[in-house]
């Protein structure tokens, strides 16, 4: 009987395929990365975001000696305003620093807003939104190609296009009103 | 009568402050001098003339509490000078004549800016409304937060930056270096010749027909928005065309590559002429055409 099971056992194993491919072909994948130079992906990152934290600490630092000494409400912020989790893919975070200057930013931002007709306020926040949704694009892509210097370089665009439209709304409306050059 | 009296004087007194006050006042200025403007709400029209004269006519708001027109040495000031709180009835449009050769720095919040013919510098701010440059001959600043934002050149070498939050960006016969951007909007670069082109898109398309010189540089990124470029002239470029979502059209070079068999993206690589300058041109979700003529 063990006997029995052990010929149709043999026979089974002889049915079976000498060979297995894989279910897609992964050698070209393996051989671009034996054959790229290897480099630490995540240190030209690195570089960029801590170009932009420094970046936001000195404008918000500006900022915070430009506007300290006004007076005036400072409103809530408006929840559309929030800025969503800071990050680089799925691998990547900057850290809380970097949204906590942004969250002073944006504080500023709406005391700025204030003086601005409703419906450049309603456009300022609407384009702060379809940043975040580029922002959110560009982490779905990047989830799916955490590798993509590409995607990592447009993700930092876009956080620096966000500071830009913050500082560049808010250093508008104050320089044009205070001016003192003039 | 005694009544009729009084209703017409109540009457008159009511509409006096409702009347705008019409301003025309003229100065002696430096041929080449600094022009700074300023103007919270209402229109700037700024146009190069020929005499060394800066010359304000137009009408100021009537919560406007003075027009500031004054000159110290080779620098002239013009100035919408309204109560610190703002409100209602600060809308003054100005037209402005400037010496030809003038710098301009022009500021509002809430007024369309319109220069033609100074061929000094030009700054021009304002946050909710267009900014338009005609005939500008030397370098130029302009920026809007929600308005389109206008630069038509004479071709000559200068240093143009203009951007927008919400509008477009077209900017003809600039040359020499540029830098373009919008959140929402289309930025265009129509002819002239560049050594050095930075355009950035979040949403919207961006257009360039013109030329890149001889160890020039453009990049050109969207993030959700097409990119068509077309390069006027020889070319002498590394060329390096990705997308994530999108296909590429070249009309010169070899055929694009998908990034991957299982992602949707294509790139290009490829070097033309001695390839002494540079073209990166990238988007996430749109398509890229590459073309020249």
Same mark, same amino acid.
């Given at each position: 009987?063990?006997e029995?099971?052990?010929?149709?056992l043999a026979?089974?194993a002889?049915?079976?395929?000498?060979?297995?491919?894989p279910?897609r072909?992964?050698?070209?994948?393996?051989?671009?990365?034996?054959r790229?130079?290897?480099?630490?992906?995540?240190t030209?990152?690195f570089?960029q975001?801590?170009a932009i934290?420094?970046?936001i600490?000195?404008s918000?630092?500006v900022?915070?000696v430009a506007?300290?000494?006004?007076?005036?409400?400072?409103t809530?912020?408006a929840?559309?305003?929030?800025?969503?989790?800071?990050?680089f893919?799925?691998?990547y975070?900057?850290g809380?620093g970097f949204?906590?200057?942004?969250d002073?930013?944006?504080?500023?931002l709406?005391v700025?807003?204030?003086?601005l007709s409703?419906?450049t306020r309603a456009?300022v926040?609407?384009?702060l939104?379809?940043?975040h949704?580029?922002?959110?694009a560009?982490n779905?892509?990047?989830?799916?190609?955490?590798?993509n210097?590409?995607l990592?370089?447009?993700l930092?665009?876009?956080?620096?296009?966000?500071?830009s439209?913050l500082r560049?709304?808010?250093?508008?409306?104050?320089?044009v009103?205070?001016r003192n050059?003039? | 009568?005694?009544?009729?009296?009084i209703?017409?004087?109540l009457s008159?007194?009511?509409?006096?402050?409702?009347?705008?006050?019409e301003?025309?006042?003229t100065?002696?200025?430096?041929?080449d001098?600094?022009?700074?403007?300023?103007?919270?709400a209402g229109s700037?029209?700024?146009?190069?003339?020929s005499?060394?004269?800066?010359e304000?006519?137009?009408?100021?708001?009537?919560?406007?509490?003075?027009l500031?027109?004054?000159?110290?040495?080779?620098?002239v000031?013009?100035?919408?000078?309204v109560p610190?709180?703002?409100g209602r009835?600060?809308?003054?449009d100005l037209?402005?004549?400037?010496?030809?050769?003038s710098?301009i720095?022009v500021?509002a %919040? *809430? /007024?369309d !800016? $319109? =220069?033609?013919? +100074?061929?000094?510098e030009?700054?021009?701010?304002?946050?909710?409304?267009d900014?338009?440059?005609?005939?500008?001959?030397n370098?130029v600043?302009a920026?809007?937060?929600?308005?389109?934002?206008?630069?038509?050149?004479?071709?000559?070498?200068?240093?143009?930056?203009?951007?927008t939050v919400?509008?477009?960006?077209t900017?003809?016969?600039?040359?020499?270096?540029?830098s373009?951007?919008?959140?929402?909007?289309?930025?265009i670069v129509?002819?002239?010749?560049f050594?050095?082109?930075?355009?950035?898109?979040?949403n919207?398309?961006?257009?360039?027909?013109?030329?890149?010189?001889?160890g020039?540089?453009l990049?050109?990124?969207?993030?959700n928005g097409?990119?068509?470029?077309?390069l006027?002239?020889? %070319? *002498? /470029?590394? !060329? $390096? =065309?990705?997308? +994530?979502n999108g296909?590429i059209r070249?009309?010169?070079?070899?055929?694009?590559?998908?990034t991957s068999?299982?992602?949707?993206?294509w790139?290009?690589r490829?070097?033309e002429?001695?390839?002494?300058?540079?073209?990166?041109?990238?988007?996430?979700?749109?398509?890229?055409k590459?073309?020249?003529k």
């Amino acid at each position: 009987m063990t006997e029995l099971n052990d010929d149709k056992l043999a026979a089974a194993a002889r049915r079976l395929p000498t060979e297995i491919s894989p279910e897609r072909d992964l050698w070209p994948g393996i051989a671009e990365a034996v054959r790229a130079p290897r480099r630490a992906r995540w240190t030209p990152m690195f570089a960029q975001a801590a170009a932009i934290v420094l970046l936001i600490g000195a404008s918000s630092a500006v900022t915070y000696v430009a506007v300290s000494g006004q007076q005036g409400p400072v409103t809530q912020v408006a929840p559309n305003l929030i800025f969503e989790q800071t990050s680089f893919g799925s691998r990547y975070n900057v850290g809380p620093g970097f949204q906590d200057a942004r969250d002073e930013l944006v504080a500023q931002l709406d005391v700025e807003l204030a003086r601005l007709s409703p419906q450049t306020r309603a456009e300022v926040a609407t384009n702060l939104e379809v940043l975040h949704e580029a922002i959110f694009a560009i982490n779905e892509a990047l989830e799916r190609d955490p590798d993509n210097l590409m995607l990592q370089a447009k993700l930092v665009n876009a956080y620096r296009e966000e500071l830009s439209v913050l500082r560049r709304v808010g250093g508008l409306t104050r320089n044009v009103m205070m001016r003192n050059d003039i | 009568m005694m009544k009729k009296l009084i209703a017409i004087t109540l009457s008159f007194l009511l509409v006096m402050p409702v009347m705008a006050e019409e301003v025309d006042e003229t100065l002696d200025a430096a041929p080449d001098g600094q022009v700074d403007i300023s103007n919270i709400a209402g229109s700037i029209t700024v146009t190069g003339w020929s005499r060394d004269a800066v010359e304000v006519t137009g009408t100021l708001g009537r919560n406007v509490e003075e027009l500031i027109f004054e000159r110290k040495k080779d620098k002239v000031t013009v100035k919408v000078k309204v109560p610190r709180h703002g409100g209602r009835g600060i809308d003054s449009d100005l037209h402005i004549n400037v010496p030809q050769n003038s710098s301009i720095d022009v500021s509002a %919040v *809430s /007024a369309d !800016i $319109d =220069v033609t013919d +100074v061929l000094g510098e030009q700054r021009l701010h304002t946050v909710s409304g267009d900014v338009s440059s005609e005939s500008a001959g030397n370098d130029v600043e302009a920026e809007s937060v929600s308005g389109d934002v206008e630069v038509d050149g004479d071709k000559s070498d200068t240093e143009t930056i203009a951007s927008t939050v919400s509008g477009d960006v077209t900017l003809f016969r600039v040359s020499g270096t540029v830098s373009a951007e919008s959140v929402t909007g289309r930025v265009i670069v129509d002819e002239g010749s560049f050594s050095r082109v930075d355009l950035n898109v979040v949403n919207g398309e961006l257009l360039f027909q013109a030329g890149l010189r001889k160890g020039g540089k453009l990049s050109a990124e969207t993030v959700n928005g097409a990119v068509d470029v077309e390069l006027v002239g020889d %070319v *002498s /470029a590394k !060329i $390096d =065309v990705s997308t +994530v979502n999108g296909r590429i059209r070249n009309c010169f070079g070899p055929e694009p590559e998908r990034t991957s068999k299982y992602a949707p993206g294509w790139s290009l690589r490829f070097t033309e002429g001695d390839g002494d300058g540079r073209v990166d041109i990238s988007t996430v979700n749109g398509g890229v055409k590459l073309c020249r003529k």
